[in-house]
């Protein structure tokens, strides 16, 4: 495989809006509690300190709620079903049919994140219009919560806490408008809105994600040949994007057992490229997918310089991070490394994750390289 080190093009207006935006955003969150102090005359004391903080803290958790609610209200008035909700490390998860609440911290820079799915194939355009309704209903919900609480305070019911919910609140919604990718690859619910309506690039990638997601949300490789050469069209159109080519990482189920050549070639230019800060979570999961493919065709030690192109899958996150010290030890011939590895990879998993879900994929991966190790030594 070569190495290309390709990126998605610069755009600087929509960056600068972005900007332009949170600045804005955050003035009007020092105007609001300025003139408050000011007009109410508030004393400051080391106990008012502690109780700001405090005030502030429950704000911020109350309005994360709120927003990915929202999301999850409006995904059900579309037919949406919930898969996950998160709110911080607190998550509400539907696991083999059943309830349940896990403790686990955010990926990808998320405060939270409302995981839904379609339980059935709609078309396109219905599908855009209801992820639409989806996506702005959380920020709308702590605009609609935010600025009547700012009100209140202000001209009804002079209250420091409400003030700082409610600023908080409106500030959610407002920077959650605001078009941006984050560092880590995350995209902000105004840059999935301005995809999804044609004013940015990307609303293809957005929309066969869900696609991928209503078909097998388990990724276990049942996705339909006319979804899979849909997503790679949608690959190779966006092919110098993080999040576009990171579906290779989704759909490798479908190609390691049954044509692992072809996964090969789709991979190549994308993978193992030097790491930046942006997007390296995405990065290393589409490298563990491409080594995982590399090793399914038999040729993952006839690799050029393939330790050192593992070794750039960085420690950012767990599963990666064993999955490429699995590799490592099947390079080296070292199988107790390799089934200690895979072990590891599947207890960091647990229960529950917030990227590998309940690892359904993952465990079907491990098990057939553990069938197959063993079948080798014996």
Not at 77 to 106: I, W
Not at 158 to 175: D, E, H, R, Y
Not at 320 to 331: E, G, T
């Amino acid at each position: 495989m070569e190495q290309h080190n390709q990126k998605k093009p610069a755009k600087l207006w929509p960056k600068l809006a972005a900007k332009a935006g949170q600045l804005a955003g955050g003035a009007l969150v020092g105007v609001l509690i300025a003139s408050y102090i000011i007009r109410e005359d508030v004393a400051f004391s080391l106990n008012g300190v502690v109780y700001l903080l405090f005030i502030m803290l429950f704000s911020i958790i109350l309005s994360v709620m709120i927003h990915e609610t929202g999301h999850a209200i409006g995904g059900k008035m579309g037919g949406m079903e919930v898969m996950n909700l998160s709110y911080g490390p607190f998550v509400y998860a539907k696991v083999n049919g059943r309830k349940r609440f896990f403790f686990r911290l955010p990926a990808l820079g998320y405060l939270g994140r409302a995981m839904m799915r379609f339980p059935e194939p709609i078309p396109e355009e219905i599908l855009r219009k209801k992820m639409l309704r989806f996506i702005y209903a959380g920020p709308i919900s702590n605009l609609v919560t935010g600025i009547p609480a700012v009100a209140a305070a202000y001209l009804i019911w002079p209250s420091g806490a409400l003030l700082i919910f409610g600023v908080i609140s409106l500030f959610f919604g407002l920077t959650n408008l605001a078009n941006v990718e984050t560092a880590a690859g995350a995209q902000s619910d105004g840059r999935v809105i301005a995809m999804l309506k044609g004013k940015e690039p990307g609303a293809e990638v957005i929309l066969v994600s869900y696609q991928l997601l209503q078909e097998d949300p388990q990724a276990m490789g049942r996705w339909s040949d006319e979804t899979i050469e849909k997503t790679v069209r949608v690959i190779e159109q966006y092919r110098d994007w993080p999040l576009a080519s990171s579906l290779l990482s989704t759909i490798g189920p479908y190609f390691y057992t049954s044509n692992p050549e072809r996964f090969l070639e789709l991979t190549e230019g994308k993978v193992f490229q030097p790491r930046s800060k942006q997007a390296a979570i995405l990065q290393d999961m589409k490298d563990v997918a491409a080594a995982a493919g590399l090793y399914f065709a038999g040729k993952l030690k006839d690799e050029d310089n393939i330790e050192e192109k593992l070794q750039l899958i960085s420690d950012r996150e767990p599963v990666s991070r064993y999955l490429r010290d699995a590799y490592l030890a099947i390079v080296r011939d070292q199988n107790d490394k390799t089934l200690a590895a895979l072990d590891q990879a599947e207890a960091a998993i647990g229960e529950w994750h917030p990227l590998y879900l309940e690892g359904t994929a993952l465990h079907q991966l491990t098990n057939e390289m553990r069938d197959r190790l063993t079948l080798k030594q014996s």
